[in-house]
């Protein structure tokens, strides 16, 4: 059981538009930084997003990220191919003294 | 280029312990806190430890009950995590990431090592 709630998984078609929900709380989400990571099946995550909505270099704007409250969104847009992966959200917990991650949501490029 | 590498990991044994390590280029290793975070076969994420750049502050995931041990040597460029009484629910790829400490996300990750617990 995650401490942060992510659907399972999502689906779209190539160039269609996925979101991904990302629920704490208000010690978790409601306090600190939220960042994503991308994960294909067999390699490292990578961070996609980081500080709420912030993309490192070389991650395309097609990915975006927002808090509100105690929950965050991912967006993706014109969805890819190579977009099939599994997405964390991840965020320090400040009553927990420890990070705290999504239970993972596998894209689907129908 | 920024590179974390993580080894140590292996076969073992119920009970046994192993020490896994992790070795930084590229960066100015001191000024970054580090984190474990390990991923048991077709599971999710769970973080296991961090440690500040000093080493000053440590935290562990509450699920470890003082099993684990996470340290850094900072003249050698390198993260540690010493894991004793191993259960086979410690199965898992562990990755070294690295995170500038103030929450706001883990960006750089080493390439994981897998540490099976089985007899």
């Known amino acids: 059981q995650s401490v942060l709630t992510q659907p399972p998984s999502v689906s779209a078609a190539p160039g269609q538009k996925v979101t991904i929900s990302c629920s704490g709380s208000s010690s978790n989400i409601g306090k600190n930084y939220v960042s994503w990571y991308q994960q294909v099946p067999g390699t490292a995550p990578k961070l996609l997003i980081y500080e709420n909505g912030k993309r490192p270099s070389g991650i395309p704007d097609r990915f975006s990220g927002s808090k509100s409250g105690t929950s965050a969104t991912l967006g993706i847009t014109g969805l890819q191919t190579g977009d099939e992966a599994d997405y964390y959200c991840g965020t320090w917990d400040s009553s927990l003294s420890a990070w705290v991650f999504g239970g993972g949501t596998k894209v689907t490029v129908l | 280029e920024v590179q974390l590498v993580a080894s140590g990991g292996g076969l073992v044994k119920p009970g046994g312990s192993l020490r896994l390590s992790c070795a930084a280029s590229g960066f100015t290793f001191r000024t970054y806190s580090l984190n474990w975070v390990r991923q048991a076969p077709g599971k999710g994420l769970e973080w296991v430890s961090s440690i500040s750049s000093t080493g000053s502050y440590i935290y562990y995931a509450d699920s470890l009950k003082g099993r684990f041990t996470i340290s850094r040597d900072n003249a050698k460029n390198s993260l540690y995590l010493q894991m004793n009484s191993l259960r086979a629910e410690d199965t898992a790829v562990y990755y070294c990431?690295?995170?500038?400490?103030?929450?706001?996300?883990?960006?750089?990750w080493g390439q994981g090592t897998t540490v099976t617990v089985s007899s």
């Open positions: 990431a690295r995170d500038p400490g103030d929450g706001s996300g883990m960006d750089v």
